[in-house]
Each structure stands twice: as C-alpha cells, then as structure tokens.
C-alpha cells in the first residue's frame, strides 16, 4: 500500500526565515502519524503544505496516491489550530457549509450533518445559532464539519490545545476511531505523551528540519536508558549522581537520563541516602526524553 | 476558478449578512433619514403656531394699505381653493365654497386682481364671473374675518391669516410682550415711507427667525413701490415691469438643433451628480463590507479552515459576489423605496412629480454606463479593501489602510458639481483617465456625453488596472488571512502581491 503522504526535501521560505528547511518524511497509509515539536518549529508550515494552503518553494509534497494536495481536498479534512464558528450561521447550517466546501451536494450534506450532529449528542442544538454553542459542543461541531465529507486523510493542528483532560480523551478515543476505519490521521502536538499514548509513528522537528522520524520504537531506539522514579525529599543537583546524564525533575516524580556505562545499582545506593524512594523503575527513555534529547533543550529547565 | 465554490461562498455571505437584523435596520434608515429631511422643515412648520406682530405706523396709511394687500392675496387663495373643489374646499367658510362654479372660470391673474379689489383695492371687476364674485364681497369678508389661525391653517398652510396675526398693542407695551414672548416681534413705519432715506425697523427677540420679517417687508414693498410709482406717475402696470426682473429660457443644443428645455431634461442635466453619489454610496458601502466580511472570518478563525477546503481566489472571488449582492439588495431598495416615497408621500409636498422627472431625464445609455462603471469600481476598490481585510486582525488595524482610500474616494465628490458644470474641462478629461476617478469622472460629464473614444480608453484603462489588482489583492489576501501577527506595512504587502 502507498503511504498516505510523502514528502521529498520540502522548503518554506518567510522572506528569509526557513520555516521548514529541507524535509522528508512518508506517513504510512491507515496510521497515527504525530508531528512533534516545539513552538515555531515548523509543524503548522508543514501541515498547511500538506493540506495546499501553502506550496513548498522547494521539494514535492504528495498525497494520497502522488497527488497535489490542492487537487484531493475532496479526500482530506483539516481541522486548524485556529479554529472557530460562523457565529451568527445555524449550527446544522454551518456543519453542512463545510461539507459542501469539500465536495458534497446541499442535500447530502445537510442529511449527514443531521444525522452526524445527532449522534453526537447535539439534536437539540441543530437549529441553534453557533455563537450559543460551549466551548466543548463547539469543537464537536467543527470536528464533524472537517470530517463530514468521511476524508482519507485527515490532518488536525495541535488538537488538544486547551482541551480539559476529558475533551482531550474524546479526541483520543475520536482518532482511534478514525485508525480502525482505516483512514490516515496526522496531528501536530507538543504535549508528547498524547503522541507516545497513540500514534504508530512520529517525526520530531526542530527549527524547520527533521531530528528523528519513524515509529515509536524506532525513534527510541539507541536512546539512552532511563530510570524513572517517585521520590520524597530533596534530591539535590541530579547531575552529581552516578551515571546520571540529565534529569526531568517534577518535584515528586523525576526521569533520569543515564549514561551508557551507568551502574543503576549504585545509583539506587545513592538515592536511598538523600530522598525517601517510593518508585524506581529501570527502563527504556520515554518519548518526552528522546524529544528533548533531538530538540536538544536544557534538560533540567524542561 | 471553480464556480461551485465561488457561488458556495457567495451564497453564505449573502445569506449570513441579509439574514442579520443590522442589515434591515441599515435597509430602512436611510430611506427614513431622506424622508425625515423631506418631511421634518413641513412638519416642524405644523407644529409652529401662527407669528403675532403688531404694527407702529408713524404715517397714518401705510398699515391699512399693507394689510388690504395681505387680504387681497388671501382673497385670491381662497379663490383658487374654491376653483379646485379639493377635499380643503369643504372646510372654506361657506361663503367662499359656493364659489365653486364662478371661481373656476378665472384665470391665476384674475383671480389675483379679484383678490386685491375684493379687499377694497381697486375699482369693480367687469368680467362677469368676476362682478358676480365681487357683488358678494360682505359675505366673503365676513367669512374671512370669522377664520382662526388654526381654522385658516387647516384649509391651507399658505394663508396669511394661518400664519401671521397682528395684534393691536399699545405702544408703551411693545417692549415688554416682546420680551415675554406674546408677540414675535414689532414693526415701525417711518412718517414719510415713500421717501429715499425711510427708515423701518423690526424688533424682535429672535432675529434668526426671518419668516415673519422677510414676508412682511414683501408685503411693504409691494404696497411701498405701487405708490412711489404712482407718486411719479405711473400707471399699476409700468410699476410691475419696472420691478420685473430678466430671466433666460435655457434651450438645449443638441446635433439635431436646439429646443426649449422640458422640466425632466433641466433633471437629466443634473443627473451626473446623482449617478456619482449612487456610485460613491454604493462602491464605498459594499467594499467597506467586504472588507468587514474578510476581517470578520478572521476574527470568527474560519479564515484557515476555508483555504484548506478551496482555493483563496475563489475564496475572495465568492465573498467579493455575495457582499456585491448584499450591496446590490440594499442600494437597489433604496432606490425604489426613495422614488416611491417621491411618487407618494412626497406628492403631499409637490413633490410627486420630481420623481417622475428624474425617471424621465434617464437616459438608457447612460445607465448602461453606470453598471459598467459600478461593476469595474466596485471590483477596484474591493480588490484593495479585500486586500486589507485579509491583512489585518481588526477594524482599528485596518484604520490606517482605510484613510488614503477614503481621501481618493472622497475626490469626485468634491470634483462631481464643478465637472457636470463644466464636463468639457481639460482637467475633468485628464482625470477621467485616473482609473481610481474613472467611474465618478466619467459619470460626472455624463450630461454632455464625453467622446466615444474617452468612454473606451478609460474603461479599457480600468478593466487592465482592475485586472492587475485582483490578480495581486489575491495573492494578498492568501498570504494576509494566515497572517496572524502584527499588520503588514505597504512594503510588505507588495511584498506579497509579488512572491506569495
């Protein structure tokens, strides 16, 4: 099976700032695919290239079978960081608009956008101005207004940005959805633990380039190994440990980076003299760990 | 371009803003404001009640003869009400509403010379229906003298007796009941009031007020004049035309000759001011829309999401056409509504038949012209106000874009009277080919129809001038609806016309 998109060597030129600088990736067809990165590191640039609001000024981006973005809008739906409603449009009427933006007659979009608007819980509000939507039934409606024409691929931009944890789960439980009916999903974040709990694959970017891509696994894999740990206490400066390289201190819970010739046993020597342990555990780094270590942050600060 | 989506976007902002209660409520008030400006000056003079005044005449004659001339004339309205058999007959004093059959066979003049001699000016009338009019005079000085102010007012507004009333004062009182506001003011006669050196004075608390003054120094001089005349021995009618001024019958030269002016082409001459304000109303209203429209699918961040679904051209393209349509339904329904209320209330005004002197003095040639021009002018001014629209985050953002537009914008009006005064001027030629000015130049010399050669070149000027704009406004309004930071400087947003 084709991957779903394929990018070769991307450029995307601000006056002289390189928004994305030489990219390639391939997401596979059917797959969660997370784009990480820090703010402006060229996530958004990418996904509107991919979407057609923006053309490489340098490389190829295709979708779908080696086309050009702009020509299978039919097929992808894209929901962006920025979103919002026509507040004074009726909430089936402006769900049906967007349908009908990507392909679909009047009349099937207004029978799908009935049917999919029900279903979610929203009949009552179908005749209902958006603008007296909650913010919660709001993104409902803009997230099946961005599906409503059932897309092949569909891209969304930082969709947990400023969702509670129960919003946050319902687009989790949406996108795995959206795998098993097996359609390709893409999705920029830089909170990476919803990536690690969810996506089949990553490509980490930093400043306009790609850092590390492939699957979970793979973009772990050579990283170093980590102990993770709940502790009481105050640990001091991490780094004077044994075999410690870095650490993500939360106050209570901390992830040590170690170096490949640490001694864990020591180290858990020297732990047990200064905080009370209540977890160590040895492991694999996590994804939070090989994407600081690629976008090379001050680990301590992060 | 793909229509579908160019007529999918239209219909959404067409619908979006039509179906808003602002856009009713901007549909109904200017018609209102025009009727108020209309209606308000009569109105207001309803409700101002009848002027007192009061009358101190050192010469002894004047006073008498001045008020038989206000009769006179009083007379002769009355007469002319009595002719017509209006609703307004049936609340003259009886008298004067058995007129009817006998007043109907006079002329304007005579009954203006019945009027004056009825009032005691003059000998009696020879002409039969005249003499018989006269032989009731008791009857109808009776019936006139038992009319109040309010009774005169409500068979005609144009009666003295409605709108003036003198009141006998002392003069030892005249200073205090003008002060207190009994009276409205008070007039002094001179002893000798033929003489060159006379002199009146008035009196008042108010002398903005200059109803009641301008129409009893007509009324003085009339009665001033005719003696003087007679004084230096001349006849009534020698009096009239030595006071008669010269005027000009203005004759319309056209390729076929040239022929007296009817009321509706003295309209069409004045009709360029009238096509250039609809223009500048309309062209200013709807790009300012446009602009509004772009501004607040920013605002609203449907903005990402539309480019991701069509292309930005067609974005821009269906917006352009649904506020076109917006714009179209609100100038179009003002039009009518304004020439129907012309047509109806207005003809309670005299109104009535400005409308259809303007409905006559248009010209098909020329409101082909006007839809070319409106069509070009819009898509000029909405390619730049798009452009802004898209650029900018909000209304105060786009301030800054807006003041150079509104001063090329404001430049036919100030230009649009002097050029359909003058639409030969060298300048009002040049600046036709100005293609911003084009559409309000061209359509202010359009009372003396500019060469063919000027109607082509311009418009061929413009469309290559309209071209180029939207071909940048798009790119723009690509690059601006992304732009979420501060607003562009010019620099920039050439910037992007080019490399976007």
Redesign the interface.
Known sequence: MPDAITIRDASKYF?THAAVDGLSLDVPTGSIYGFLGRNGAGKTTTL?MI????QPDAGSVSVLGDCKP?DV?AR?G???E????????RVLDMVS??G???GLGRREANARARTRLTAAGLEANLNAKCNTLSKGMGQKAQVIG?LLHDPELV?LDEPFSGLDPVNAEVVLSLMKQFRREGRTVIFSTHVVEHAEQICDSVVIIDRGRRKRAGTIAEVKAGANRTVSLDYEGDAGEWRELPGVESADDSGRHAELRLRPDADTQALLGALVERVRLRRFDTGEASLKQVFLEAVGADHEAA | MKLHDVLLVARRDYVAYVGRRRFWISLLITPAIFLAFMLVPGLISQFHGARHYAVVDHSGWLQQAVEQRIEGEDFAKLLALAAQGKASSTKLPAAWAALAPQAAKLDTAARAALGQMLAGNGPAPTEPAAHAIWQQRDALQHGYAGLTPDAAARIDRGLAVARFQRVDTPPASLQDATARGTLDGYFTFPKDPLAADAAYAYASRNLTDTDLRDWFAGEVSAVVQARRAAKAGLSSEQARLLGQAVTFQGQLVTEHGHKAVTAAEKVAQWLPVGYVYLLFISIMQIAQLLMMATIEEKSNRIAEMLLAAIEPSDIMAGKTLGVAGVGVTLVGSWLLIILGLLATVGAAFSMGGVAAQILAGISAWNIAWFLVYFVLGFLLYAAVMGAVGASVNNIREAQPYMTPVMLILVLPLILMVPAAQDPTAWWARVLSYVPPLTPFMMMSRSAAPPPMVDYIATTALLAVTVAIALYAAGRVFRRGLLNAGAPPKLREMLAWARNS
């Open positions: 006056g509107r979407t057609g609001i923006l702009a809008r992808t894209y929901l962006p920025e979103n919002g409603l026509y507040k004074d449009m608009y967007f009908q933006l990507r961005t891209v």
